[in-house]
């Protein structure tokens, strides 16, 4: 254990003070936030300014369109209204040719020819791909019509109001499916982000030993397993260092002031809940951790490694399709099967105990059967390590692996 | 009670056999070079005294007793290919190594600048290893096998890559450290260090023992049959029927002769040729001549019995 302890310790100290763990943890999550906030802000503060005409004869329809257009939830456009007419189109169609010229289109209204049946809406824009401001007049005479019909019928203004406000369904109720949908993706994305940076960069620290040729001193005083074991925990601990220091940052974001003004609804997290994600976090953590060490013990160089890597992926892709068939029934015996597979059980588990009550003799068997996979990758990945590196310069195939494990 | 035993060890990579039958044994407080020429089974044998790997057949026993990883704890190991962390500061990797032997962070900090001063590189310790040239690289190496004080100490080539001065730094540091009762074994392809230094010798080829033994009984089995002839003039007299082989220098040559006794006969024909003699020494083998008479033999041998 004390071995196990030195090295992980080494492996920690020794990433912690590089440079390129400062910018990964410091600097990833300000780019970061400052993207999440940039985002949100454009798109609170983006109106549509675009500066538009509209040629009808209603002078009411053109009037309420105006208003719509210039105060609207959405827009804050410029709108010149203009009564129909030869000298207008062709004035119009002018200013669109000229380059320096603010109107980016114009909306004709051709009022129908049997009374009742709705008018005809052209607009000719300057560019084909204003798609933004074609939606929102689209929305706008949409409102617009609507309410002139209302009125028509005659309702009120307020009862136009009330009827047109758009429903809020609350679904907090029926316990937290958001939530668990939640936590499954950040876990997933979490996971599959510290697999590939933490579990690559177990594998690549294995692999570098072996081409500084460092290992063979080491191999004189400790034996594979804890050299692995310990690379698993250091390089571990540098990951989850990083995670603990973005999530942190991820908590005061989400909690400051700012946050407010995006409108995110935060989804309601059992404390519960918090625990058995960061439980079974750890456990996915060193489950493709040691798998990816088994790939460095395999593997002489980074080129190698990278063909590899689809080994750590795959079980991933998996776990994630089939979280499509868990969501709606976590109670289904394939579900249960499924979630049992340690390398699934950290993603399927946690996502069903978010959404269902599990047997707790189900979550002890994951949490066992995690444990025991650890252990037997281990021991596969340190065979093969002690009699790989001892004769390098051949890659192994897969009748070889097999013998190796029968070396001590 | 030898400090470390080989008996009839045999190891095989694949279909190649590394080494075959290797029986030898290794006093304590000797120094031990193990000899052997590229690709004979050296590193083989010294990675199966160590338990880094594990013999096919055959027992090793260290300190009289058959191995057990506790022992490593008592070894100092200089593996033949070097490796340090490239960006750690050299101090702190000595210090790891330490820790990694039982010490304590003091007591490998301590022990580590006294090497550094012993070995005049104090300077490197600061360093990051990447910044070393490699001689200052190897002796972080020495030092690093050496910290914790080992009772037996294995080295792989201890001496390749260094300048002659640094050569000659550690096998004296290895000298002191053989009389303060270490044992050390190295293997090494340089026989002027062997024939000065060592007590005891094992020569392998293509991994079997050929000969081993301390260095004065090997010796007298050989005939004192060369010598070394420094003489100006006519050459004539070195064809003659005595002699086996003839090198010839500048100013001089050497040569084999056929038995001990015919040394008088050929200082005879050579001053009866005219030729001036300035020197005439009678001496056995050196350990190189015996190395390259063996290997060659141990070579024919096997080629004979393949065809």
Redesign the interface.
Same mark, same amino acid.
């Given at each position: 254990m004390h071995?196990i302890w !030195?090295i992980a310790k %080494?492996e920690y100290l $020794?990433r912690i003070r590089?440079k390129a763990f400062l910018i990964g943890t410091i600097v990833i999550p300000l780019v970061m936030g400052s993207l999440v906030f940039g985002i949100g802000i454009l798109a609170s503060h983006t109106k549509s300014q675009s500066h538009i005409a509209v040629v009808t004869s209603d002078a009411t329809f053109g009037a309420d369109l105006k208003r719509q257009l210039e105060s609207g939830k959405d827009s804050n456009m410029k709108v010149d209204v203009l009564a129909p007419s030869d000298a207008v189109r062709s004035s119009l169609d002018n200013q669109m040719k000229d380059k320096d010229g603010t109107l980016v289109g114009y909306l004709w209204v051709t009022p129908a020819s049997n009374p009742g049946a709705r008018p005809s809406y052209v607009y000719k824009a300057r560019s084909a791909g204003d798609i933004a401001t074609k939606n929102v007049l689209q929305d706008a005479i949409q409102t617009v019509t609507t309410r002139e019909q209302l009125v028509i019928h005659g309702l009120s203004n307020s009862d136009i109001d009330t009827l047109t406000t758009s429903i809020n369904l609350d679904t907090s109720a029926t316990g937290s499916t958001q939530a668990a949908f939640f936590t499954a993706y950040i876990l997933f994305f979490l996971m599959y982000m510290v697999i590939m940076l933490y579990g690559m960069n177990t594998a690549r620290s294995i692999i570098e $030993?072996k081409t #500084? %040729? &460092?290992? $063979?001193? @080491? !191999?004189?005083? &400790?034996?594979p397993e804890e050299l692995l074991a310990g690379k698993i925990l250091g390089v571990g601990g540098v990951g989850l260092t990083q995670i603990t220091v973005w999530m942190l940052a991820i908590f005061i974001i989400a909690n400051s002031r700012l946050a407010g003004t995006l409108g995110t609804s935060h989804a309601p997290v059992s404390p519960a809940q918090i625990g058995f994600f960061v439980l079974y976090f750890v456990f996915g953590f060193l489950i493709y951790s040691s798998l990816a060490a088994a790939l460095g013990a395999m593997t002489n160089s980074e080129q190698e490694l990278q063909q590899l890597n689809m080994f750590l992926v795959i079980p991933l892709i998996f776990c994630f399709a089939m979280l499509a068939i868990i969501i709606p029934a976590p109670d289904s015996t394939l579900a249960q099967v499924v979630s049992l597979v340690p390398f699934c059980s950290p993603l399927l588990m946690d996502m069903r105990i978010s959404l269902t009550q599990v047997p707790p003799w189900q979550i002890w068997l994951s949490i066992g059967l995690m444990s025991v996979t650890i252990a037997a990758i281990l021991w596969v990945a340190s065979r093969i390590y002690r009699v790989g590196i @001892?004769?390098y310069g051949k890659k192994p195939n897969i009748p070889e692996l097999f013998r190796w494990l029968r070396? #001590? | 009670m030898p400090i470390v035993e080989l008996h009839n060890i045999r190891k095989v990579y694949d279909s190649k056999v590394a080494v075959e039958g290797l029986t030898l044994s290794i006093e304590p407080g000797t120094m031990f070079g193990l000899l052997g020429p590229n690709g004979s089974g050296k590193t083989s044998s010294i990675r199966m005294m160590i338990g880094m790997t594990v013999p096919d057949s055959g027992n090793v026993s260290l300190f009289g007793e058959p191995f057990r990883r506790a022992q490593l704890h008592r070894i100092g190991y200089l593996p033949e290919e070097r490796g340090l962390y490239k960006k750690m500061r050299v101090i702190d990797q000595l210090i790891f190594l330490g820790c990694l032997h039982g010490l304590t962070e003091t007591v490998a900090s301590k022990r580590a600048k006294s090497w550094a001063d012993r070995l005049q590189i104090r300077e490197a310790l600061g360093k990051k290893t990447e910044a070393l040239s490699k001689g200052m690289q190897q002796k972080i190496q020495f030092i690093a096998a050496l910290l914790h004080e080992p009772e037996l100490i294995v080295m792989d080539e201890p001496f390749t890559g260094l300048d002659p001065v640094n050569a000659a730094l550690l096998m004296d540091t290895l000298m002191s450290l053989r009389s303060e009762g270490r044992s050390i074994v190295f293997s090494t392809h340089r026989m002027d260090q062997v024939e000065k230094f060592c007590d005891g010798i094992a020569l392998i080829s293509r991994g079997r023992l050929v000969l081993s033994g301390s260095m004065r009984a090997i010796k007298s089995r050989y005939p004192r049959n060369r010598v070394q002839i420094a003489f100006t003039g006519n050459d004539s007299f070195l064809r003659g029927p005595a002699i086996l082989e003839a090198k010839n220098f500048p100013g001089g040559a050497e040569v084999k002769l056929a038995s001990e006794g015919d040394a008088q006969k050929v200082l005879a024909a050579a001053v009866a040729s005219g030729a001036v003699i300035n020197r005439f020494e009678i001496h056995e083998p050196s350990l190189e001549e015996i190395f390259i008479e063996e290997v060659k033999k141990s070579f024919g041998e096997t080629e004979a019995v393949e065809a």
């Amino acid at each position: 254990m004390h071995n196990i302890w !030195l090295i992980a310790k %080494r492996e920690y100290l $020794e990433r912690i003070r590089t440079k390129a763990f400062l910018i990964g943890t410091i600097v990833i999550p300000l780019v970061m936030g400052s993207l999440v906030f940039g985002i949100g802000i454009l798109a609170s503060h983006t109106k549509s300014q675009s500066h538009i005409a509209v040629v009808t004869s209603d002078a009411t329809f053109g009037a309420d369109l105006k208003r719509q257009l210039e105060s609207g939830k959405d827009s804050n456009m410029k709108v010149d209204v203009l009564a129909p007419s030869d000298a207008v189109r062709s004035s119009l169609d002018n200013q669109m040719k000229d380059k320096d010229g603010t109107l980016v289109g114009y909306l004709w209204v051709t009022p129908a020819s049997n009374p009742g049946a709705r008018p005809s809406y052209v607009y000719k824009a300057r560019s084909a791909g204003d798609i933004a401001t074609k939606n929102v007049l689209q929305d706008a005479i949409q409102t617009v019509t609507t309410r002139e019909q209302l009125v028509i019928h005659g309702l009120s203004n307020s009862d136009i109001d009330t009827l047109t406000t758009s429903i809020n369904l609350d679904t907090s109720a029926t316990g937290s499916t958001q939530a668990a949908f939640f936590t499954a993706y950040i876990l997933f994305f979490l996971m599959y982000m510290v697999i590939m940076l933490y579990g690559m960069n177990t594998a690549r620290s294995i692999i570098e $030993e072996k081409t #500084s %040729r &460092i290992f $063979e001193v @080491l !191999l004189a005083t &400790i034996k594979p397993e804890e050299l692995l074991a310990g690379k698993i925990l250091g390089v571990g601990g540098v990951g989850l260092t990083q995670i603990t220091v973005w999530m942190l940052a991820i908590f005061i974001i989400a909690n400051s002031r700012l946050a407010g003004t995006l409108g995110t609804s935060h989804a309601p997290v059992s404390p519960a809940q918090i625990g058995f994600f960061v439980l079974y976090f750890v456990f996915g953590f060193l489950i493709y951790s040691s798998l990816a060490a088994a790939l460095g013990a395999m593997t002489n160089s980074e080129q190698e490694l990278q063909q590899l890597n689809m080994f750590l992926v795959i079980p991933l892709i998996f776990c994630f399709a089939m979280l499509a068939i868990i969501i709606p029934a976590p109670d289904s015996t394939l579900a249960q099967v499924v979630s049992l597979v340690p390398f699934c059980s950290p993603l399927l588990m946690d996502m069903r105990i978010s959404l269902t009550q599990v047997p707790p003799w189900q979550i002890w068997l994951s949490i066992g059967l995690m444990s025991v996979t650890i252990a037997a990758i281990l021991w596969v990945a340190s065979r093969i390590y002690r009699v790989g590196i @001892l004769m390098y310069g051949k890659k192994p195939n897969i009748p070889e692996l097999f013998r190796w494990l029968r070396y #001590s | 009670m030898p400090i470390v035993e080989l008996h009839n060890i045999r190891k095989v990579y694949d279909s190649k056999v590394a080494v075959e039958g290797l029986t030898l044994s290794i006093e304590p407080g000797t120094m031990f070079g193990l000899l052997g020429p590229n690709g004979s089974g050296k590193t083989s044998s010294i990675r199966m005294m160590i338990g880094m790997t594990v013999p096919d057949s055959g027992n090793v026993s260290l300190f009289g007793e058959p191995f057990r990883r506790a022992q490593l704890h008592r070894i100092g190991y200089l593996p033949e290919e070097r490796g340090l962390y490239k960006k750690m500061r050299v101090i702190d990797q000595l210090i790891f190594l330490g820790c990694l032997h039982g010490l304590t962070e003091t007591v490998a900090s301590k022990r580590a600048k006294s090497w550094a001063d012993r070995l005049q590189i104090r300077e490197a310790l600061g360093k990051k290893t990447e910044a070393l040239s490699k001689g200052m690289q190897q002796k972080i190496q020495f030092i690093a096998a050496l910290l914790h004080e080992p009772e037996l100490i294995v080295m792989d080539e201890p001496f390749t890559g260094l300048d002659p001065v640094n050569a000659a730094l550690l096998m004296d540091t290895l000298m002191s450290l053989r009389s303060e009762g270490r044992s050390i074994v190295f293997s090494t392809h340089r026989m002027d260090q062997v024939e000065k230094f060592c007590d005891g010798i094992a020569l392998i080829s293509r991994g079997r023992l050929v000969l081993s033994g301390s260095m004065r009984a090997i010796k007298s089995r050989y005939p004192r049959n060369r010598v070394q002839i420094a003489f100006t003039g006519n050459d004539s007299f070195l064809r003659g029927p005595a002699i086996l082989e003839a090198k010839n220098f500048p100013g001089g040559a050497e040569v084999k002769l056929a038995s001990e006794g015919d040394a008088q006969k050929v200082l005879a024909a050579a001053v009866a040729s005219g030729a001036v003699i300035n020197r005439f020494e009678i001496h056995e083998p050196s350990l190189e001549e015996i190395f390259i008479e063996e290997v060659k033999k141990s070579f024919g041998e096997t080629e004979a019995v393949e065809a």
